[in-house]
């Protein structure tokens, strides 16, 4: 089992498997006709054109990407160095971030998200919407 599979596993759940007790109320709401404002999509890289969509989804700005570089990286590593270079320009043009996942993932986001790096206890910039107060009970 990937990764992926794990974490959908994790994330999604069976409307068989909702039970619902005499003190709750489920609401029906409208969000599977809703379009997502954000996108977390998986990539592989193969080779150096795999980039293109990668790059598309970074200047649209509303895609976290999630790459596997392992194919191309046992390949060939130069193509892998120039794949991940062009991405890196691009998500610093575009405000983004960009982080290793493990020995064969990267993470990349759009400007409004920030990776976490370990030893980091608290994001350098406040992002929108994040309530000051929190650092305060910390």
Not at 81 to 103: H, L, P
């Amino acid at each position: 089992m990937g990764i992926f599979d794990s974490l959908k596993k994790t994330f999604t759940t069976k409307e068989s498997d909702v039970e619902l007790g005499e003190d709750y109320v489920e609401l029906e709401a409208d969000i599977k006709d809703q379009p997502s404002k954000v996108v977390v999509r998986p990539f592989t890289l193969e080779k150096f054109e795999d980039i293109k969509e990668i790059l598309l989804g970074v200047r649209e700005g509303f895609t976290i990407s999630i790459i596997n570089i392992e194919p191309l990286k046992d390949k060939d590593l130069a193509e892998l160095k120039r794949a991940i270079d062009k991405i890196k320009k691009t998500v610093e043009a575009n405000q983004g971030d960009i982080a290793g996942f493990g020995e064969n993932f990267l993470v990349v986001t759009p400007s409004f998200a920030k990776v976490w790096r370990a030893g980091q206890n608290k994001p350098a910039e406040k992002l929108p919407g994040e309530d000051a107060s929190l650092d305060e009970e910390l």
